[in-house]
């Protein structure tokens, strides 16, 4: 509450642009190419499948962690401060 989060019953949508570690995190099969990932997979597995957490695949355009971690136009950096919330009214 401290942070204006309102508890709910729903899933808490997680986006991300990684098809391949969204699908193995709804799908926990095992797979020879995923071996080498940390038990931190298998836990986050758990909780998609407790629905305590749900994955969806954005396009690249409107991921709004870019302007942390890229130099971004003028246009993208304003749209993504304004989505964080960081622009006053």
Known sequence: MELGILETNA???IHGDNEGSI???????FH???KHIAIRWHWVCNL???AVIDFESIHNLE???DILT???LGFKHK????EMGLVSA
């Open 11 to 13: 899933p808490m949508q």
């Open 32 to 34: 020879k190419r995923a």
């Open 70 to 72: 890229k130099a971004l």
């Open 79 to 82: 749209k993504h401060v304004k």
């Open 48 to 50: 998609v499948q407790d």
């Open 63 to 65: 991921q709004t962690a």
């Open 23 to 29: 699908a193995m995190a709804k799908n926990p099969v």
